[in-house]
């Protein structure tokens, strides 16, 4: 299999290549050059298998020779050992016909780790035959930094740079990227939004010089792998509730549009998916863009759900790349009109999507009021992303089809928005007993690129 560009000049690269590089040297996002067709017969033999197989055998074709299929299985399994739930990503019901897709059983409580902790085997798997080092750098509005902590501290031939947003993450969240002792992992909180932090992680990949003296490589969802390995728990829940003799639908609270836009891929392997909703909060651009056609950010509001506060939402642009037919011109021209303050979409592109996509918002009223009601009708404590999910999937349930809606967080990891909507507390797992205890290590850092580059020079393990 090989990765092309969203923007069309870019190197095509191997997996393996594309994995360890991130953001495409034309500053666009590598997909695969076809999608593998996964047939009936290939999703009816899906059911009933455990997580880790499903994983081997929906990722095996994008990977051509990447590893020995014996490999492969070997790393999955070390990759979801650390999962609470031996499900890995287990459904339970909300009422009749609405599903939620509990993905919050890692290590680090969000649906991060599912990639995160793969994506950590497969580049540890890469390094140690190389003999390469890297430095990843990634962005963060709170769960990819602690979900990326986790799969790389202590590794060797890894340093690892963070950048959040000081002040707009959850104290756990914070903790959870502060807190690790390991050398060669560094918080360092950005003085800006979200939006900014994964500006400045873009800058220093199309600063080619910085890029090839570090040995740069990104873990943010403008990672290929790391999409792919969401795809998979499309494929396990559509199973589990009847495909592919049945359709679903998926509702996914959406920040950076690359969970949602795993469900497409999901969708054009063969999946029978029926609508993919994106769920947002009042940060509501997508689902503005989707509604109206114009993309055109504007100030981050600060929300009970932070990990979806975003504005610029990179992986947008796969979805209109293949909402323009595959045509890498048309989408390097919208991203250059982004850069000069939004665009406008055709009718045919809206159609396209619209053939895809549904979209709602919460408000954060709304929000609240779905973590209470959703306690109350089932006993089932949401965080506030997945309430979110959850109020946007209530507006577009269709008789006959099943809804799942991603639960994207543990509401532990958001305790004081749960408490102020429920009067519960929730408390960590056992494995995260003393967060609140152990000394934080983080520096603060400027919103400024050159700044950030000689603190990264300097940090980095030579
Ligand atoms: C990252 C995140 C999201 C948004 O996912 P995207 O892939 O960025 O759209 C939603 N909820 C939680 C809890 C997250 O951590």
Redesign the pocket.
């Known amino acids: 299999m090989h990765y092309i560009s969203t923007r069309g000049h870019a190197p095509v690269l191997s997996f393996e290549a594309a994995m360890m590089t991130g953001l495409a040297r034309d500053g666009g996002l590598y997909l695969p050059e076809t999608i593998p067709q996964m047939t009936h017969a290939d999703i009816a033999a899906l059911a009933g298998l455990p997580y880790e197989e499903v994983t081997a055998r929906v990722l095996a074709p994008f990977m051509s020779d990447a590893f020995a299929s014996d490999e492969f299985r070997v790393l999955i399994a070390r990759a979801y050992a650390g999962f609470a739930h031996t499900a890995r990503a287990p459904l339970v019901q909300l009422a009749p016909g609405h599903f939620l897709l509990e993905l919050f059983h890692g290590p680090t409580l ?3 780790d599912f990639a995160m902790q793969l994506l950590g085997q497969m580049m540890q798997a890469t390094l140690a035959r190389t003999g390469h080092r890297i430095t990843i750098v990634g962005a963060t ?4 930094g602690s979900a990326a902590m986790e799969a790389f501290r202590g590794l060797e031939n890894v340093d690892l740079f963070i950048l959040y947003p000081q002040g707009r993450v959850s104290e756990v969240q914070r903790r959870q990227m502060t807190t690790p002792t390991e050398a060669n992992v560094h918080a360092l909180a950005i003085d800006g939004t979200f939006d900014d932090a994964q500006a400045r992680v873009k800058d220093m990949f199309n600063d080619f010089d910085f890029r090839d003296a570090v040995g740069l490589a990104g873990v943010n ?1 403008i990672n290929i792998a790391r999409v792919l390995a ?1 795809v998979v728990y499309y494929f396990a829940a559509a199973s589990a509730l009847g495909a592919p003799g049945r359709e679903v639908d998926f509702t ?10 795993a469900g497409l891929v999901a969708k054009r392997m063969g999946l029978p998916i029926g609508r993919l909703v994106v769920a947002t909060n009042q940060n509501d651009i997508l689902h503005r863009c989707l509604s109206t056609g114009a993309y055109r950010p504007d100030g981050v509001m600060p929300t009970i ?1 932070p ?2 506060d ?1 504005q610029v ?1 990179s ?1 947008f642009e796969r979805a209109l790349y293949y909402a323009h037919g595959a045509d890498a011109a048309a989408t390097a021209a919208l991203m250059d009109d982004l850069k000069a303050g939004g665009f406008t979409l055709s009718q045919g592109v809206r159609d396209a999507l619209a053939a895809d996509f549904a979209s709602g918002r919460a408000s954060e009223d709304e929000t609240a009021a779905t973590i209470t009601r959703t306690l109350a009708q089932t006993g089932e404590l949401l ?1 506030p ?2 309430a979110v999910g959850v109020h946007v999937a209530e507006q577009h349930l269709r008789a006959g089809v099943p809804m799942v809606t991603l639960a ?2 543990h509401p532990a ?1 958001f305790p004081d928005a749960v408490q102020a909507a429920t009067g519960i507390r929730p408390a960590l797992p056992p494995h995260m007993a003393g967060l609140y205890d152990r000394p934080e290590r983080l520096t603060h850092v400027p919103n400024d690129l050159a700044a950030l580059e000689t603190l990264i020079h300097e940090r980095r393990r030579a």
Do not use: E, L, R, Y
């Open positions: 969000a649906f991060k509005s709170g769960d990819t969802s969401q996914v609270p959406t920040g950076n549009f690359g969970d949602i836009f759900s990990s979806m975003i939402s992986n965080c992303h997945s994207t967080a990891k």
